[in-house]
């Protein structure tokens, strides 16, 4: 299957700091990217739905100021958490969307486990 | 408004004791049905995709089914290794337009 590479696996970090989550898909072109969260023993939630070279999408309650996406490229998407916050502190997952032949199926990276002190 | 359950939340099993892992979708036009595999503090893995009611596909010791309704994920004589977190997902509205919509999943713990 395709690979989808997400860096860095583990970031802890002072209240007040903004960390950047990197995604990139390593063999295959994503005009569409997705980035979820995910609480211990709950299923993963859509926060936007980022599109190479246009603003990222972010469900409703996400904020947007606070969660920046900039999907540069068809390979690299990346999370900013600015000024995060205690709150913050989850699992980040991203996925990378294949089409034609593969059928539109989701590539998840490995997630970012971001610990906010 | 479109949603996926899944039961049982958990499963324990034996070694070799075959079970099933379900999946209830209400979702209007079903554009497939994904399975994934997700190990703890890692990415979800994925495993199948079905599109059409009596569609089978088969990895190993894991195979799915899909009805109108409902997928099941049958588990022939597990392995300690299947152990794990099987999410079930179907592309669901979201604000823009589509991304999967996932069940909580079901934790299965295969013990020697």
């Known amino acids: 299957g395709a690979v989808v590479s997400q860096h860095p696996s583990r970031v802890i970090c002072k209240s007040g700091t903004s960390v950047k989550i990197e995604c990139r898909s390593l063999?295959?072109?994503?005009?569409?990217m997705f980035w979820y969260r995910q609480f211990p023993k709950q299923s993963l939630m859509l926060m936007a739905t980022?599109?190479?070279?246009?603003?990222?999408?972010?469900e409703q309650g996400v904020e947007k100021d606070k969660f920046l996406i900039n999907h540069a490229s068809l390979t690299l998407s990346t999370l900013t958490v600015t000024s995060a916050h205690p709150e913050d502190s989850s699992f980040y997952i991203c996925?990378?969307?294949?089409?034609?032949?593969?059928?539109?199926?989701?590539?998840f990276g490995a997630g970012t486990r971001l610990s906010v002190l | 408004e479109d949603q996926v359950t899944q039961s049982p939340e958990a499963l324990r099993l034996q070694e070799g004791e075959s079970s099933s892992l379900n999946c209830s979708y209400t979702?209007?036009?079903?554009?497939?049905l994904f399975w994934y595999r997700q190990d703890p503090g890692k990415g979800p893995e994925f495993l199948f995709t079905l599109y059409s009611a009596g569609e089978e596909k088969e990895k190993e010791r894991l195979k799915a089914t899909l009805t109108k309704k409902e997928s099941f994920l049958h588990i022939t004589a597990p392995k300690p290794e299947d152990s794990a977190t099987y999410l079930c997902?179907?592309?669901?509205?979201?604000?823009?337009?589509?991304?999967?919509?996932f069940g909580k999943g079901t934790t299965l713990s295969v013990s020697s």
């Open positions: 979702v209007s036009g079903l554009r497939g």
């Open positions: 997902a179907v592309p669901g509205r979201n604000q823009a337009g589509t991304a999967l919509i």
């Open positions: 980022s599109n190479e070279g246009s603003k990222a999408t972010y």
């Open positions: 996925s990378a969307r294949t089409s034609g032949g593969l059928a539109n199926i989701q590539y």
């Open positions: 063999d295959f072109q994503a005009t569409t």
